[in-house]
DNA sequence: GTCTATAGAAGGATAGAC
DNA sequence: GTCTATCCTTCTATAGAC
């Protein structure tokens, strides 16, 4: 009889890629992309390094997967902060930026990988795509605020894009493995004083108005 | 006779180096790192191909250099834009940022290789090294400025950070070949849209002046 | 005569087409 | 999914410097 697929070993299958991506994934955030070996993914996943290619085109292109999936959970966070948290468009907005460097710089080793570490031409791309996706819901939230009032008019798709950067580049640094250890720990109460220097830029671009 | 190396020769690899390295510019200029072919730098150099790898490592390291020579003309640029220009340091480091975001849109495909293009790991690390000799400048204008008093106290550093992460966000969509020609050309007199958005933010980030 | 640098093509890997 | 084509890298023979 011929070998047809059955519903089990479709099963089978997907549940050892999840193992891969899920060991692969705590890999990366324990200490990043570069120091990421197959091998040892193979290892804790419980499978043989070549089932790996079985499941994946190359390393590369696992990277490109555990990369989307952990900066698609920050996407997804920034977007329920935008939506959930009370008042104006423009505190929904700055509670969201908040969020995001916080959550940054207290998971800093997935959050250097995610924003700067050096890797190849495939993350890269994502990068560039996922910055995209934040200036997305920036924007929007811009265009809220200009409605409502409270954010004064002006290009909403550029000023989002000017916050993407902004955030993203003031956390290189702190998240920098040589700096790593330099940092004092984050202070809770919106009261981190790098936090804090981020967002007043941040709003001060927005509103113009001196804080 | 043993062979020794004469100053002759010395200079004669020097020379070919040279115009490898100028080769190798040239075609990035033209159509960045990624489309870049070794054979054809060497073609132009007027080497062979295996010529180039007595002066360099690998394609990776030629790259590098490539970055850095590009880059540090961009950073000796905006030094003396901050240097030379008129005005207050908050009006030269305006002028500065002007004119970095210009030669960008008047050079993009240079200015993309340079600013986004996802490329090796190598030349990503350089990336990151740039960034912070940009900052470094955008930090001394700040001290000038708030020592002049014309900008108002802050962390310097961080403000700098921002101003280079929401500068260069802000190229990586107008650079990208997948939008060129979409946009329309550079306007001259100060007055070009995108530039104008881009100095609002950051001067409003960094003044908290309304514009 | 000995050693180096260069040319040019083979090898090996990877990406893209069908 | 296979096959082709391209391109980086390495290798070897040769020309030329000392």
Not at 13 to 20: D, N, S, T
Not at 89 to 107: S, V
Request: with cysteine.
């Amino acid at each position: 009889m011929a070998y047809r697929e059955t519903e089990k070993m479709r099963q089978r299958k997907a549940e050892a890629r999840q193992r891969i991506v899920t060991c692969a994934y705590q890999c990366v955030a324990e200490s990043g992309f570069r120091s990421a070996r197959i091998t040892t993914i193979a290892v804790s996943a419980g499978v043989a390094t070549g089932t790996i290619y079985r499941h994946f085109e190359s390393k590369e292109d696992l990277f490109a997967e555990i990369f989307r999936l952990a900066t698609q959970r920050e996407v997804d966070k920034v977007a329920q902060a935008l939506t959930t948290t009370g008042g104006n468009a423009a505190n929904r907005l700055e509670a969201a930026l908040r969020q995001f460097a916080e959550r940054a710089l207290r998971g800093p080793v997935m959050a250097w990988s995610l924003i700067a570490e050096p890797v190849d031409p495939k993350v890269e791309e994502e990068r560039l795509a996922y910055r995209k996706a934040y200036a997305r819901l920036f924007e929007q939230a811009i265009d809220e605020g200009m409605n409502e009032g409270c954010i004064p008019e002006q290009d909403a798709r550029q000023t989002s894009t000017c916050l993407v950067g902004a955030i993203a580049e003031s956390l290189v640094g702190p998240l920098s493995p040589t700096q790593a250890g330099d940092q004092p720990d984050l202070k809770d109460d919106n009261n981190d004083p790098l936090v804090n220097a981020i967002l007043r830029f941040c709003m001060q671009g927005l509103t113009g108005t001196r804080r």
